[in-house]
């Protein structure tokens, strides 16, 4: 059960033109979004930044939206009769490019490791840390979560969380490097950021 999803009023090959709406709470999921459409898909949609459940005034009716997060998982647990199509960005990328996707990473500037390197390595600690005690703990967790989110339940929240991965394996470094290499074709991303660096563990 994903939680970065397009909802969309017609299929994806449709929405040459249209509006979307996009989340204001994920560059990334964004930046997936229009890679997916605009390369893989070959429409060019007019895009319009903004809160799912609190739309800004537009003139017309977004022909499809971006959710991410509680957001995704309110309208997976309660769709929007407008919006029937719905398509899970992670699983459309592994899809085109047979990669899972890597939706966020811990980052650590350069010029702040070359005099601190302990102090993020106690940092690196404290995050593996809280992560153990985080999944040790994830009934308890999901118990208090789900409450937030329209008729998601507890066990629904459980199997969410437990789909979740927190590594970054060489498989996923190689994604990562895919997804930032498209982005520096298209003029989105700074090639000084490959190849990846990683601080290691």
Not at 42 to 53: A, C, T
Not at 71 to 98: F, K, S
Not at 110 to 135: H, K, P
């Amino acid at each position: 059960m994903g939680s970065v999803f397009l909802f969309s009023s017609v299929p994806p090959e449709q929405l040459d033109g249209t509006l979307v709406l996009l989340t204001g709470q994920s560059d990334t999921s964004v930046c997936l979004l229009r890679l997916i459409l605009e390369e893989f898909i070959k429409v060019r949609p007019r895009y319009v930044r903004g809160e799912i459940f609190a739309p800004p005034a537009l003139t017309e009716e977004p022909a499809a939206l971006l959710a991410i997060g509680d957001e995704a998982l309110r309208l997976n647990a309660a769709p929007d009769p407008r919006y029937p199509v719905q398509i899970d960005l992670g699983e459309y990328w592994h899809q085109q490019t047979g990669l899972p996707f890597v939706f966020a990473v811990c980052a650590v500037r350069e010029d702040f490791l070359q005099g601190n390197t302990d102090v993020a390595r106690e940092i690196q600690q404290t995050l593996i840390s809280c992560r153990e005690q985080g999944l040790a703990r994830l009934p308890e967790i999901c118990a208090k979560a789900a409450p937030r989110i329209p008729l998601m339940t507890a066990v629904a929240c459980l199997r969410y969380f437990q789909s979740i991965e927190y590594d970054l394996s060489p498989v996923k470094q190689e994604a990562l490097a895919r997804f930032i290499e498209l982005l520096i074709r298209r003029g989105e991303a700074s090639p000084a950021a490959l190849p990846l660096k990683l601080f290691p563990c």
